[in-house]
């Protein structure tokens, strides 16, 4: 494959069409899409093109079998109107670890970064300054041969498309930890961003909303008795002044903003736990005080207060601290991505 | 919505290019195709159209979040040129079921059994006469709203597509018993026909191809010490005469061929039992001579006769049975789909 893009551009943008001030998550999209596609045992000649609906045989695999993987990271603008990246690289490298747990292709890493650079640079004026403005970049890869046995497809289609964001999350959360239901097991595809995992969580998630809860903690699936993460975050826990997360495994994503948050909170001198969380544990601090924060972290919300908890139908009410570290997380990851302070670990990419 | 179905023909068949002595699964499909969309929180208009390619935009939830669910039954000719369905009342049902978990609308019944029947009716020509030639049925739903936002769709597509098929596998399969990757867990989607499912299952099945293992049989995920069923069967174990599977259960998909297989060997007075089987049993069981037979049930290979099974690195053979219990099912199960014995169990269905 040649690793040259070929772009061809939108005639006219639809840009003057979208209220950047009422956005409603992953509802608008750019003027462009990054494609490539894949036959013949390798990627094809990637393209940019204009935004535009894809045409697939209905017995794509896709359809049948959840053949797909997905990513999503970020774009932001800077006050001198520089758009950064933050650790894409990483982004890749996580959708070829999910691709491979999928029997989907690897997708080469210098057509993604280039094709990415290109498809933000094309679109720069979907990125949106002033903090919380961001462009959600969601790179993906669907099963598209047309054929309905069960197994690896032969053709794929690798797309990025982007869509400009405000925050993610309105307020704190409140959320559910699991008793019943489960998101992964050992030995599954829980530490892949394998698309069936999302819709698996939607019923059980429905049953929280009912209850006056916007999220649910999974717990691991034999005993419910440790948590592991939310839907799309992270999760941690601040027991007097100690920040805790469980540790990830073949049931828990890697979330970039969770590593991102260990990293600045170590080099703050925070003290750190990175050890299996007991649902028991959570309860017994709250009980007796010493639960002062949890907080979601992913890229979509970067950094997300829970304001409360419920288990075996109890609720425990998290008190509102004077000085929260979900706060300063916030704010330091928000000034190296948004280019307002020194990167010291090299984590902003020009585009 | 209106229950009478719209019909456009297609202009022209594409039968005459197919090869029906020569058909690989699931790529070729008949000349029409079953479409009815949900919004506007109901089911609209249902159509049968010639079969095309669909047009989604890249934002469609099914492509991010496997929010889609399938299912698989088949048509059969008689030597009277009469087309039977077999039990179609379960396939709507589960796949009602399998909706529910994914959040995804149930679908009418009336208007399923409708479209099903017009669908194959039209099709007739493709449903072959002859032991092993049938019309492989694919029902399935995905979530079509262009909507990245991780909740469920408020935008559905029912389809119904059809393959003509032979039969599924050839020759007797050698399987391997998973020992670390799994299925499903309790509080998961292991029960439903969730597209997800299937593309996880493909990386450990490509893993023991390479081996020399066509299937894998899964086992629970907590213990890996029970057999619970195969990527696409449920799974009998004869242990001298007696006949014996796994209850069925939220990891488990409640299979149609083997409830019918059930109800067939308790009618001919064969032992039976539901309950839970040990991997050491089953090892034992090979050991002692005591495992006459191992075979997978499904709608797609019907009877599948297992001829060896590895674990940790052992592989045991099973000895050809002169009388196999396999071949007295396949042999009453076809007898009843095809029209050449009584239907005591009211499960044929003439469309
Ligand atoms: C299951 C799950 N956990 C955690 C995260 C957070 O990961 P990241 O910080 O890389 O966005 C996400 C979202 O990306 C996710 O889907
Ligand atoms: C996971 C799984 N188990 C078992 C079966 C067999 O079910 P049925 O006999 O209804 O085809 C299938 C296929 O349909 C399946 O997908």
Same mark, same amino acid.
């Given at each position: 494959m040649t690793n040259t893009i070929e772009i061809t551009k939108a005639q006219t943008s639809k840009i003057h069409d979208v209220d950047f001030e009422n956005l409603s998550f992953g509802k608008v999209f750019t003027d462009h899409m990054f494609v490539c596609d894949f036959k013949n045992g390798e990627w094809q000649q990637p393209e940019i093109t204009p935004y535009a609906p894809i045409t697939l045989d209905p017995s794509a695999r896709v359809f049948h079998y959840g053949q797909a993987v997905f990513e999503g990271m970020k774009a932001f603008k800077d006050d001198e109107n520089k758009v950064w990246l933050f650790r894409p690289e990483d982004n890749l490298l996580r959708i070829n670890k999910s691709a491979e747990r999928l029997a989907i292709p690897a997708f080469p890493q210098d057509v993604f970064m280039e094709g990415l650079k290109a498809l933000v640079q094309l679109d720069? @004026?979907? *990125?949106?300054?002033?903090?919380?403005n961001s462009l959600y970049i969601r790179p993906f890869v669907i099963?598209?041969?047309? @054929?309905? @046995?069960a197994s690896p497809a032969v053709e794929y289609k690798f797309l990025i498309i982007c869509s400009p964001a405000q925050?993610?999350?309105?307020?704190d959360v409140r959320v559910l930890i699991a008793e019943?239901?489960?998101r992964s097991a050992n030995?599954? *595809?829980?530490?892949?961003?394998?698309?069936g995992n999302y819709a698996a969580q939607f019923y059980p998630t429905n049953l929280a909303n009912k209850e006056g809860f916007q999220q649910i903690i999974w717990t691991d @699936?034999?005993?419910?008795q440790y948590l592991e993460e939310a839907g799309t975050m992270n999760v941690f826990f601040r027991i007097n002044d100690t920040l805790i997360t469980a540790p990830t495994s073949e049931r828990i994503l890697d979330g970039i903003t969770r590593k991102s948050i260990l990293k600045i909170a170590e080099d703050s001198g925070i003290s750190v736990e990175v050890r299996p969380v007991k649902v028991s544990e959570l309860i017994e601090a709250s009980k007796d005080g010493s639960l002062k924060e949890i907080f979601g972290s992913g890229t979509a919300a970067i950094v997300s207060p829970i304001s409360a908890f419920s288990y075996k139908g109890e609720v425990f009410e998290i008190p509102h601290q004077e000085e929260r570290f979900s706060a300063i997380f916030k704010e330091k990851l928000l000034n190296i991505q948004y280019n307002k302070s020194e990167d010291p670990y090299g984590w902003r990419v020009s585009i």
């Open positions: 720069e @004026a979907w *990125v949106k300054q002033g903090l919380g099963a598209t041969e047309p @054929a309905i @046995a925050s993610y999350y309105s307020g019943e239901f489960s030995g599954g *595809v829980g530490y892949a961003k394998a698309a @699936a034999d005993t419910h």
